[in-house]
Nanobody, 115 residues
């Protein structure tokens, strides 16, 4: 059974940082590209970042490039997203996913950026 469990969300002030984690089970994590997608209130799913199976090729949507860093630990079946210089427009539910369209994703973790 495929499971993706996100954690690390919360309330943070603008300019602050959060580190999201996603623990994966039920498939061979090290064989897959992995993704972070998000859904802001009233909007659809938005691709945020992705990383190749080796962890050497990260990609980012332009709005987060330079502020977010994606990483993975294949030994621990865990995906990470370090988010710095957070802005109010980063407020969303963040999901880790096995595909860019988010079809296979976890339950999500809420990130709220507000003063």
């Amino acid at each position: 059974q495929v499971q993706l469990v996100e954690s690390g969300g919360g309330l943070v002030q603008p300019g602050g940082s959060l580190r999201l984690s996603c623990e994966v089970s039920g498939f061979t994590f090290s064989n897959y590209w992995m993704y972070w997608v998000r859904q802001a209130p009233g909007k659809g799913l938005e691709w945020v970042s992705q990383i190749d199976p080796t962890g050497l090729i990260p990609l980012y949507t332009p709005s987060v490039k330079g502020r977010f860093t994606i990483a993975r630990d294949n030994a621990k079946n865990t995906l990470f997203l370090q988010m710095n210089s957070l802005k109010s427009e980063d407020t969303a539910v963040y999901y880790c996913a096995r595909s860019r369209d988010g079809q296979v994703r976890g339950q999500g973790t809420q990130v709220t950026v507000s003063s």
